[in-house]
């Protein structure tokens, strides 16, 4: 699976959107985007994944740029409770039954009052 | 989708003991589980993949002597950690895939005393 880079930490004003960024350079033809995200001491939390289309949900949006060595994930209205670790994952194919999710470092995400 | 429940969702034990950590899939049948630990401030580490019937993989560098796994249900696995030590205190999570992403277990917080 392709490695991610994220910022190791970022901050956002209540209200604002949350704008995430991940660099996948190295992302093949097969390899999906997710995006999962964990507050303190719990487990962590599916948002959302694409694989070269942008995405929306209720949660969040994906954008993943043309030539897809990058993405972004997007909080549009963040608050106190978005404040948690998110995870940039890019593993081959869609997580079916039984496929493993390889954590990296995450960008912590402190949305301020 | 999922729903993966972890008991207990914390345990202080004294050093030299050993502590079993279950988790459940509630509406899942899951021959595959896995198995992350978490220090604090670092990312999720996978431990090993639980397998339904059969012996668990292990990730290069876990004890498989000291993480004791069963997984003798679809809906059950375990995990225990034999003759515990202060460095073992960990964040425990277990997972289940399938329907496209990864559901996690609300986490077991070890504390070795």
């Known amino acids: 699976d392709a490695k991610t880079t994220q910022p190791t930490s970022m901050d956002c004003a209540e209200g604002r959107a949350a704008n995430l960024p991940c660099n996948h350079s190295?992302?093949?033809?097969?390899?999906?985007v997710y995006w999962y995200r964990q507050i303190h001491s719990q487990g962590p939390q599916y948002i959302i994944h694409?694989?070269?289309n942008n995405e929306t949900n209720e949660m969040a949006s994906l954008i993943i740029t043309e030539d897809r060595k990058s993405s972004t994930l997007i909080l549009p209205h963040a608050t106190l409770r978005d404040t948690a670790v998110y995870y940039c994952?890019?593993?081959?194919?869609?997580?079916?039954?039984?496929?493993?999710?390889?954590f990296g470092a995450g960008t912590i995400l402190r949305v301020k009052s | 989708g999922a729903v993966v429940s972890q008991h207990p969702s914390r345990v202080i034990c004294k050093s030299g003991t050993s502590v079993k950590i279950e988790c459940r899939s509630l509406d899942f049948q899951a021959t595959t589980m896995f198995w992350y630990r978490q220090f604090p401030k670092q990312s999720l580490m996978l431990m090993a993949t639980?397998?339904?019937?059969?012996?668990?993989?292990?990730e290069q560098g876990v004890e498989k002597d000291k993480f004791l796994i069963n997984h003798a249900s679809l809906t059950l696995s375990t995990l225990t950690v034999t003759s515990a030590h202060p460095e073992d205190s960990s964040f425990y999570i277990c997972?289940?895939?399938?329907?496209?992403?990864?559901?996690f277990g609300q986490g077991t917080r070890l504390t070795v005393v």
């Open positions: 994952i890019v593993r081959a194919g869609i997580m079916e039954y039984g496929n493993k999710l390889v």
């Open positions: 694409g694989l070269k």
């Open positions: 639980s397998n339904e019937g059969s012996k668990a993989t292990y």
């Open positions: 190295t992302i093949s033809g097969n390899e999906y």
């Open positions: 997972s289940v895939t399938g329907f496209g992403e990864a559901f």
